[in-house]
Each structure stands twice: as C-alpha cells, then as structure tokens.
C-alpha cells in the first residue's frame, strides 16, 4: 500500500486547512512515519555490531530532513559539493559522511577533504593519484558487471558507469595500501527501488565473500561493506511491501556465519534515500482545470518541476481525492502545464469526480521528488512543509520566486574576443 494509513488519517482530515493557509502546491512530510521507519531498521539490524544507514542526501536534501537523520544516528550519503554542505551544516563530518561521487573532479575532492573529511569511497582505480591526499581510510565502489543481472531502474552492470570492476578488485586495495591507506571499506549498489530483499541478501553474499577473497590475497581486513540503497517502496496499491525483516534476518545470519569462520566480522552500512522517506511525503496539488477532447484531462497547479518520475521513469504515483475516496468517476489524464505532453501524473487513470478546487494528493513523493525538480519552461519548484509529530506544520523551504529564477541573469558583463590562429 503506498502512503501510510497513519500519514493519511493526520494528513488528510487538515489537508484543506493546510492548503488554505499555506497555499497550493506543497510537498508535505510526515516527520512520525519517516522516525518510525528509521527507528525499525535500527532496530531490525540492530544484532550487527556497527549497523549504520548512510541516508542518501540526493533523495531529499532538506536541513529538516537531515537533521531528522542525525537524530535517528545515521550517517550521509553525498555525491556533490553542495550536498556534503548541506551534512556539514547540520554537523555531520568525517566518517559521518560517505562521499560517493563519480566521474569526480579535483575541486570535489579538495571540497570533500574540508572540515574534518569524510569516508571516501572512490569510483574508480584512476583516482588513487588523483585524491589530493591519501586519506587513511578508502572504499572503493564495486561494479560485479555480469556477475549480477541489475534490476529494472539500474539496470545491467555491465553498462553502468559505476564502480570499479572484478578484476581490477585486488590491484585496487592493493596500489591504495601501498599509498598509505590502512583501512578499508568496499561499497556496491546494484539495484534501486527493488522489492525482492533476496536481491540484498544476494549482495551481502557477494560483498563478503569477495572482502574474504582480498583478505587473503592481500592480507587487509574490511572494517566496512555496503550494500548501497535501493530498498524498494510500493508505489502500486497491489505491490507488497518489502520484507525488510526477512532480509534483517537473512543478512544478519551472513555476519554470524561470517564471524565464525574469520574471527571478526565487518560493519554493515547502507545508503537508502526512497526507503526511509519516498512514502512519508506527498504532492498536494489543486485541480485548476478540465477539458474533454480525445482524452479527459484534469489539469492541477503543480507540474513536472515538482515531480520528474512520472515522465522520467513513467513511475506510478497513487492519487487520492480526499473527501471522494471510494467515489467513482471516470479515467483522466492528471496533467501539469508544462509544455511537454509528458508532463502528466496519471495517465489513464480512474480517479473520483474531480472538480476544479478539489485536491489531489499525489503519494510517495518523499524520496527523488522535489529534489529532482527543474526549471525548464520557466516552471518553478513548490514549497516544502513538514507534518510534525504534534501536528504542527512548518513551512522547511519556500516555493521559487521569479526572482530566483533570474538570479543567474544578474552578473558582471564579460565579453571576449578569442584571437583564433
Ligand atoms: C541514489 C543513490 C542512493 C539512494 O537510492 P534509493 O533508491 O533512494 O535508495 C544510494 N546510493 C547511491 C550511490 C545513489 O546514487
């Protein structure tokens, strides 16, 4: 089921309230669902010595967000300068922040030195004489190519830009520690909103046994493996949730085994953005327009700006109407008003009757949704609230203004005449 019952039942009954006072559109948080998930991963891995989730910034960069993280003890997950910011200026350093970065460029690493540092986890064998500085601990990114088959939004490692291969494993730590590095750790992320945990489970099984393989080859131990995000959330009503305690369990006794045969076992780390916050947040919308033509469209006052998925990765998002749920109406198109005609966040669905001033509430927008807005079109991005758990609501970033927009537009007049040859 997406969106939770409990999300619903607080949201729902002041969503026009809320909508009257703030206006419309907003992306609005659950502060209780996102600590209650957060508190049961801890909890569901709580029998690995030095479990630690790495919440992926990228999903929802917000101040209020992260500090919701800090306080559930977890760690950050960063991949740009302005995202380790962001963790820095909620007091977030060194190992507290996992930098993930590929296709890196030096000032991004000077950048990710700053400040105490932060665990570096390389994406590629080439970037060893390319760190400013040998950092004491490394982590590389590892890419199984063929060995894995990926999942559908990642598709095939093979073709993933990600990650060092196999066979360049053993050269990687070996040349590192030759550098002066005296602590390891190794990453992957092979799958991305997958809901089968056999597929983590599967990871776990790969991650160990090849630290086991470099161990002995080489003679370092792994203080860390992770195992990356990629925890799936139903977006589809029939979609079960994933079995999070099964794969606990599964991935726990993996450690146990592992412990018993060498003596030690490493830490378990994780880097979930979708699965900590993607169902504790949603898109409340008004509808501002109907048309009938080839289709029947319901036209709202948000678009693709405030959520990209739908037209991106054709995601589904469910829709509720509050105050017509169970109606029956008939199948629309739910459109923004960007030029694009995949600007849309259903397409042929079922909806209830929806008249111009209803509200729609767009679920699972919690993770990649406003974050991944964009200007294009000269559309702006809405505002962000967060549900309290007392039921305060709080304005925790404001919607773009026209001047934002510009802003690049106002600068110091440059112009050059190349002398050419
Ligand atoms: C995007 C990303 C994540 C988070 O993915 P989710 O699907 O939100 O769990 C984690 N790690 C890396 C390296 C990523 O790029």
């Known amino acids: 089921m997406p969106m939770t019952e409990n999300f619903k039942e607080r949201l729902f009954p002041s969503v026009e309230e809320i909508a009257a006072h703030y206006g419309t559109p907003f992306h609005i948080y659950d502060e209780a669902g996102i600590r209650k998930t957060g508190e049961e991963l801890n909890e569901l891995f709580s029998g690995i010595k030095g479990f630690r989730e790495y919440y992926a910034v990228k999903a929802l960069p917000n101040p209020e967000i992260l500090k919701l993280m800090k306080s559930l003890g977890f760690g950050f997950d960063c991949s740009s300068i302005p995202e380790l910011m962001l963790s820095r200026d909620i007091g977030a350093c060194g190992d507290d922040i996992m930098f993930t970065s590929n296709n890196t460029a030096p000032h991004e690493f000077l950048a990710a030195e700053e400040q105490g540092g932060c665990i570096l986890n390389l994406d590629d064998i080439s970037l060893l004489s390319k760190v400013p500085k040998m950092p004491e601990l490394i982590s590389f990114r590892y890419n199984p190519g063929p060995r894995r088959t990926g999942n559908v939004i990642i598709g095939n490692p093979v073709e993933a830009k990600y990650g060092i291969s196999h066979g360049q494993v053993v050269d990687a730590y070996r040349q590192a520690r030759d550098l002066g590095a005296k602590r390891f750790g190794i990453h992957t992320m092979v799958a991305s909103n997958e809901l089968d945990y056999s597929y983590m489970v599967q990871t776990t099984v790969m991650l160990l046994e090849l630290i086991a393989k470099v161990e002995k080859e080489l003679g370092i131990r792994f203080e860390f493996i992770n195992i990356g995000g990629g925890l799936g959330i139903p977006y589809k009503p029939e979609q079960q949730q994933l079995n999070v ?53 319901v036209g709202v006052d948000a678009c693709m700006s405030a959520l990209m998925r739908p037209a991106l990765y054709e995601a589904y998002h469910h829709i509720d109407v509050p105050g017509k749920e169970g109606q029956h109406g008939h199948v629309v198109d739910v459109v923004g008003s960007l030029c694009e005609n995949n600007d849309k966040f259903a397409v042929q669905r079922e909806l209830p009757p929806i008249e111009d001033g209803d509200l729609l509430v767009i679920h699972d927008t919690g993770a990649h949704g406003h974050a991944m807005g964009f200007n294009y079109n000269g559309r702006l991005r809405p505002q962000e609230l967060m549900l309290r758990t007392d039921g305060t609501v709080e304005l925790i970033r404001r919607e773009e203004t026209v001047e934002d927009h510009f802003a690049t537009l106002s600068f110091e007049a440059k112009s050059f005449k190349p002398a050419g040859k």
């Open 245 to 297: 305690k099964a794969m606990a369990q599964e991935v726990t006794a993996l450690f146990s085994e592992f412990e018993a045969e060498h003596g030690y076992a490493p830490r378990l780390y994780m880097e979930s953005g979708r699965f900590i916050t993607g169902p504790h947040g949603a898109l409340v919308t008004k509808a501002i327009n109907k048309k009938e033509i080839y289709r029947d469209y």
